[in-house]
């Protein structure tokens, strides 16, 4: 018997490990590391050291080093000093002499790369962002261990050496090119597409596909150039970062406050969502009772680790795209309108009302908003050569399974479309019971799976705040039970506190309709296009060519007055906004 279950071991090893570099056991680790890419807070990730093969295989425990070994054998000479050179060169009177030839989490492990192997691109950036990349180093050398507690998989580093003799040390990217497309169409596709056929209600059918493909292209083109922007320094992994170097130290703060209303709109759209739909199919209990269970529920999955949270992120791709097949099925099923693909509803080329356009702008943004970990998945990339290649897969999949949901969605319920569209139809009795019942059970599946995830940074917040990061260690006298008691107490209570804060606000805003638009025209208008723009003007300059700044302040300034439009008009009353 013995014997058996270690062959069924064996197998089930052998077929977690089938297909090499994109095996099960390798989607996982990706799966946990993307998971661990919304910081609000930046801090410190885990490293390991890679072995010198050009491509890094996971083989077991000798072909990586943790952080806490010893370091890598750097000798001084042979390492480039490079921020020294560059400090010097610009005369910001920053870099100083300890500075040659460090790295930004520790001086043996990550040698600084400003200036060198992208030396094309950095010796184009602003003389700003030279001293900003210089500051950024040296504020990560001033902290040069990595905090205790990270869960996560950790990054990768590799030493190089290059024809000079000097040597690197680079982060190293593990994500092969599927396993990059899976996080980032996980990053992106949510809830927000439920909102789409509202959007086409409000801007109609022309104005409404405009604005979907608009949002698309433009989304996708500052993917891309926050990956430029990364490529002026190695040691830049995410949006902070680059924050931090284009605008100094404010810059960084005001990105973490954005992180922090996004992920708590994103909770709250979430509780919203479920208790919505319960309502719906089991009326017996009020919406804000489905609002308190749904807290309830969310409650002890706030304390599980991350290796078991990321693994259940695949659950809400699976979730959302079967949610728009089984609508597309119940469409074809019913034979007459309302909520019929064979009969459909009155449906219009321009708005109604043209005062409700402005509604649109938020709900057509909202499924864009990834760009906070787009640098993240970027620098995870075993080639990041083929990150453009990965983008175009994501967004075509993206673009197709959000237009399909707007299109799909106002065909069938037409003027009567609601906040969300599952809502229509969970309404109608019509559609197949099992179903019906499917949607519940993938909508209920969304907020368990995604909102864990997005507390984890937020509860990181809170646990700094209140002197509990993980950064912070215990005095010799601390070590009692007592005070270990205590800030384990305060930390589970941050925990529950997150949570019920989330429930509240969902309580105190239950309009799915304008959470989505408000977070839209608010928050990714300015993280996902404004932001990334401003970025990239500010590290480049002039050294872009007139065709591309001019394109780029267009997309700015038009960005910047839908974005204030839109949150404006989210922020309206409806009763007002019908009457103008």
């Not at 930004?104 to 003389?127: D, K, M, W």
């Not at 209303?261 to 919505?276: H, K, Q, R, S, T």
């Not at 907020?447 to 917040?461: D, E, F, M, S, Y």
């Not at 949570?499 to 959470?515: C, G, H, K, N, Y």
Request: net charge neutral; aromatic share 10%.
């Amino acid at each position: 018997m013995f014997t058996k279950f270690n062959r069924s071991a064996s197998f089930s090893t052998r077929f977690r490990q089938a297909g090499g570099v994109n095996s099960i056991d390798n989607f996982a680790r990706s799966w946990q590391r993307a998971a661990c890419f919304p910081e609000v807070i930046p801090r410190q990730p885990s490293f390991v050291a890679a072995d010198s093969d050009d491509e890094w295989h996971p083989s077991g425990a000798e072909s990586i080093r943790p952080h806490g070994s010893p370091p890598l054998d750097l000798d001084p000479s042979l390492t480039r000093p490079l921020l020294g050179m560059q400090g010097e060169a610009h005369g910001s009177g920053i870099a100083g002499p300890g500075l040659a030839g460090k790295g930004i989490f520790n001086a043996s492990l990550l040698g600084s790369s400003f200036g060198t192997s992208y030396g094309t691109i950095s010796s184009r950036v602003s003389e700003s962002t030279r001293k900003h990349v210089i500051e950024f180093h040296r504020e990560q050398q001033a902290h040069p261990e990595p905090p205790t507690g990270h869960d996560g998989e950790p990054l990768l580093l590799k030493q190089v050496q290059h024809e000079d003799g000097t040597r690197e040390n680079i982060v190293v990217g593990q994500s092969t090119v599927p396993q990059t497309i899976f996080n980032s169409v996980n990053v992106l596709i949510g809830v927000g597409l439920l909102s789409l056929p509202l959007a086409m209600k409000h801007a109609g059918w022309l104005l409404g596909l405009i604005l979907l493909l608009f949002s698309a292209i433009t989304t996708s083109y500052t993917a891309k150039i926050l990956a430029k922007c990364l490529d002026v320094d190695r040691s830049l992994v995410t949006y902070a970062d680059l924050a931090y170097i284009s605008f100094g130290h404010h810059a960084r703060v005001v990105t973490s406050l954005l992180f922090c209303l996004e992920l708590l709109g994103a909770c709250v759209a979430l509780v919203v969502l479920f208790a919505d739909s319960l309502h719906v199919l089991f009326p017996g209990l009020s919406i804000l009772q489905w609002q308190l269970v749904c807290g309830v529920m969310l409650v002890p999955l706030n304390f599980l680790p991350l290796r078991l949270l990321s693994v259940t992120s695949i659950l809400g791709i699976l979730s959302c795209t079967s949610i728009v097949v089984i609508i597309c099925i119940d469409g074809l099923v019913k034979p007459d309108a309302p909520g019929s693909l064979r009969d459909p509803s009155k449906t219009y080329l321009f708005p109604d009302n043209w005062a409700t356009i402005p509604l649109s702008f938020g709900l057509i943004m909202s499924p864009w908003g990834g760009h906070g970990v787009f640098p993240n998945i970027y620098r995870d990339m075993r080639h990041p050569h083929k990150y453009a290649k990965s983008l175009w897969a994501t967004y075509i999949f993206t673009y197709s399974l959000d237009c399909a949901m707007a299109i799909l969605g106002w065909l069938m319920f037409g003027d009567g479309i609601r906040d969300e569209v599952t809502a229509n139809v969970l309404r109608v009795d019509e559609y197949p019971r099992f179903l019906s019942i499917c949607i519940i059970v993938f909508i209920a599946i969304i907020p368990i799976t995604k909102v864990p995830l997005n507390c984890r940074p937020l509860v990181a917040t809170a646990e700094v705040l209140c002197g509990l990061g993980p950064h912070i260690e215990l005095d010799s006298n601390e070590h009692s039970g007592r005070r270990i008691f205590f800030r384990q107490s305060l930390s589970a209570f941050i925990r529950i506190l997150v949570i019920a804060l989330i429930v509240v606000m969902a309580i105190i805003f239950p309009s799915f309709d304008r959470i989505m638009a408000l977070m839209g025209s608010a928050l990714c208008f300015t993280i996902c296009i404004i932001l990334p723009l401003a970025f990239y003007l500010k590290i480049f300059g002039k050294e872009i060519s007139p065709k591309e700044r001019l394109l780029d302040w267009f997309l700015l300034i038009i960005s910047s007055i839908s974005a204030v439009v839109g949150t404006v008009w989210a922020l309206l009353p409806q009763e007002m906004i019908s009457s103008l």
